[in-house]
């Protein structure tokens, strides 16, 4: 599976699916990073990691539907199957979403539908929450909207400041986000309605590169 990664800023998400695919864990080739941000520092892993890292400048484009399809075309390009965001932080609009439907994941810092958006972290402890955690899902057209295929939660500690929070939440989505693209490389997700299906790992051929299923 080639996937193609789109990423704003410090890419930890990014080397969390790299680190995946080096131990096996991930059966994939990461096939693009594309940025929004010319020094996001996603960009120095991925040519670090000898992937292709490519800047597209949103001020070069009208609007946010002709800015999506130079992305489209860079996607194209490197033959991309799965689009995951790791951190990006520009609205997809129908361009991409119609062009890989059911083909974009996102992982988001809450446990979806609560606290979509923007710092996450921070309006799950101002809501006084006393659980928190992450959300992989499929990206649709409205922000945090679709499907989701895997959620981790964790309590919220008394003493939890937004950056201890956030640091804790990171560890779990860099446990299941290279989990939500292994199974989709392993084709046991299937979207009906609002609901992702995720089939058993039946076959005694095809044992499962994930660790835990659970
Ligand atoms: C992550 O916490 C991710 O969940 C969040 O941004 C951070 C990116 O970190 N994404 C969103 O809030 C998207 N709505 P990273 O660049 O180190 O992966």
Known sequence: MRIGVLASGRGSN???????????????????????????????????????AVFLDPKTTADREAYD????????????ELVALAGYMKIVTSVLIEAY????????????????????????LDWGVKVSGCTVHFVTEGVDAGPIIRQAALPILEEDTEETLAARI?????????????????????????????????????????????
């Open 69 to 80: 399809r130079i992305i489209l075309e860079q996607l194209r390009r490197y033959d991309v």
């Open 14 to 52: 990014l080397q969390a699916i790299i680190d995946a695919i080096e131990k096996r864990t991930l059966d994939a080739i990461l096939a693009v990073v594309i940025s929004n941000k010319a020094e996001a520092p996603a960009l120095e892993r991925a040519r670090s990691y000898g992937t292709p």
């Open 101 to 124: 439907a059911n083909r974009i994941m996102n992982i988001h810092p809450s446990l979806l539908p609560a606290f979509p958006g923007l710092a996450a972290q921070k309006q799950a």
């Open 170 to 214: 990171l560890v779990e989505e860099h446990r299941i986000y290279p989990q939500a693209l292994q199974l989709f490389a392993e084709k046991r997700l299937t979207v009906e309605g609002r609901k992702v299906r995720i089939r058993e790992n039946k076959s005694p051929h095809g044992a499962s590169l994930l660790a835990s299923d659970s």
